[in-house]
């Protein structure tokens, strides 16, 4: 295998982008909170809210003291709102069983609410410097590229992890650079459609290069489209509950424009059943 590290942190440590969780003293609570919201949204839309929810609630203890319903309002338009109530539930499980700390340990993380394995590990290695493998869908591409010459990586697996470790440095310090920087580069550099590989830093070492940028195909599950969907319709409703003055609406007058009325009645059904919203004397209110 290609050693790949030191071509990308030097690569990293002069084309890293600042961005506010790369800051030195940010803190573990900002970096778990930038991964529940970087989860499948784009930086540049991240960004704002991130520092507006920091803001807010500055430790899990202040979150945890909060409402639902507030956590799900700071959310406003950034998609996929039951984040805000796991990391609602994953603030008052910091405060409840580590004393207001956000754990380093990665199966202390794991057992959180809404933490999986990338969320977990990527707090330790960012957080707290520990050395871990962490890898993500950036990751994942260079990584199929430039050991596996494949133009994208196949569906998550195991494999991606132990990928990513054999090309991690020993030194702690610096594992972290490479994990930060293979992210990086795949995000700016390496990505999924019109890749600038003669910006790359491992345009010399890439097998996907050297094999001549064979199409070898694409079988990851494509994202169901989202105009018209039921996604959609549960934004429409959660923004309306959003919206009122009592983020509370009389169950017929929430989004009695909708165009289709099963599906209007289907996003709400799944709202209520994911916490998100509770029906009670009619009215369909934000959870309290």
Known sequence: MP??????VEWYSANARDLPWRRPGFGAWGVLVSEFMLQQTPVTRVIPHLEAWLQRWPTPADLAAAAPADAVRQWANLGYPRRALWLHRAAMEIRDRHSGVVPRDVDALLALTGIGDYTARAVAVF??????????????????????????????????????AAILPHDRDTSAVVNAAAMELGATVCVARAP??????????CEWRAAGYPDTGDDRRKQARYEGSDRQARGAVLKSLRDAATHAVPLAEVVAEWPDPLQRDRAIDSLIADGLAEASDGLLRLPR
């Open 3 to 8: 050693d790949l590290a030191p071509p990308l």
């Open 127 to 164: 957080a707290y410097g520990d050395r871990h493998p962490v890898v993500d869908t950036n990751t994942r591409r260079v990584l199929a590229r430039a050991i596996d010459g494949r133009s994208q990586p196949g569906p998550p697996s195991r494999r991606d992890l132990e990928a990513m």
């Open 196 to 205: 600038r590989c003669d910006a790359c830093p491992l345009r010399d070492r």
